[in-house]
């Protein structure tokens, strides 16, 4: 049975991996954003997303981490994700590590800095064990996904989370490059998801294939509301209801946003232009 995610309760999910969830649960983060720490119960740790600005959260993770924080691994620089790496950097000393700083869209953790910056398939030794950056641009163009490559872990950030669908917002995100990311997984050993939010994903491979069947069920739609169309041409906010109609209103926000990602990703793959703020699909 699965267990109710407590914000702030200190959780051992594996021999190696703990996880704190920070106090910010809601429609877009789920039960809150999970931090991870990652290590034995004697030697150096490693931290996967510290988080919110939430003092109280970054309180726990220095409690928790101690002096044996060496480093701070950030996915990509949301909000919800990254800002807290400055308060725990300052009181444990730990280096900070991540693809760097993006435009700013409304977003982004301006102030975030890297120690050191990382790209694809870069490695940090952590002396008792090895993460492997993976780029994995789509929901965000700097986002990286860790693998803990003694147990094959996948530490997924936004790339993947557990029981909600990832949202594309343009211009920083792009259903191409998501598409792309999700089917490079497959060339990597493993063989659990730890998500920015909700619980461990047990079987990576049939979960990315249904999230790929979901994205073109999605486009699909997007297709067929375009044929439908008196003239063949529509709006965003046209499109919205109709691609988007079994999903709660309440959610139709950032549906539009994903819903713009698709028929970026259609005009990319030459089946769609847009003129005027208005979308047709391109003829055979």
Not at 75 to 83: I, M, V
Not at 130 to 145: F, M, W
Not at 162 to 170: A, D, E, H, L, N
Not at 258 to 277: F, I, N, P, Q, T
Request: aromatic share 6%.
């Amino acid at each position: 049975m699965t267990t109710t995610i407590i914000p702030g309760e200190l959780v051992r999910i594996h021999p190696r991996v703990q996880r704190i969830t920070a106090p910010n649960p809601g429609m877009m983060t789920g039960p809150g954003t999970n931090s991870y720490l990652i290590g034995d119960a004697t030697g150096d740790l490693a931290m996967i997303d510290p988080g919110p600005d939430i003092a109280s959260h970054a309180d726990l993770l220095i409690k928790h981490a101690g002096n044996r924080l060496r480093w701070i691994f950030c996915t990509h620089t949301h909000q919800d994700h990254s800002p807290a790496s400055r308060a725990v950097k300052q009181a444990t000393g730990a280096q900070i590590f991540g693809f760097g700083r993006v435009p700013d869209d409304g977003r982004q953790d301006t102030e975030f800095k890297a120690d050191q910056a990382l790209t694809n398939d870069d490695v940090v030794d952590c002396g008792a064990f090895k993460i492997r950056a993976i780029h994995t641009p789509g929901h965000a163009s700097n986002h990286l996904c860790y693998l803990l490559e003694e147990v094959s872990w996948l530490f997924t950030g936004d790339h993947v989370m557990q029981g909600s669908t990832v949202v594309i917002s343009p211009p920083d995100g792009d259903m191409y490059e998501y598409f792309a990311s999700l089917n490079k997984l497959s060339s990597y050993s493993i063989t659990a998801f730890a998500p920015g939010h909700g619980h461990v994903i047990e079987a990576p491979r049939e979960e990315v294939t249904k999230i790929i069947a979901h994205r073109l069920k999605r486009e699909q739609k997007v297709v067929d509301a375009l044929a439908k169309m008196p003239t063949g041409t529509a709006t965003l906010d046209e499109l919205v209801p109709v691609v988007y109609d079994d999903v709660s209103p309440k959610l139709h926000v950032p549906a539009r946003r994903s819903l713009h990602a698709h028929l970026l990703k259609l005009a990319r793959d030459g089946r769609a232009v847009e003129g005027e703020g208005c979308w047709q699909m391109v003829k055979a």
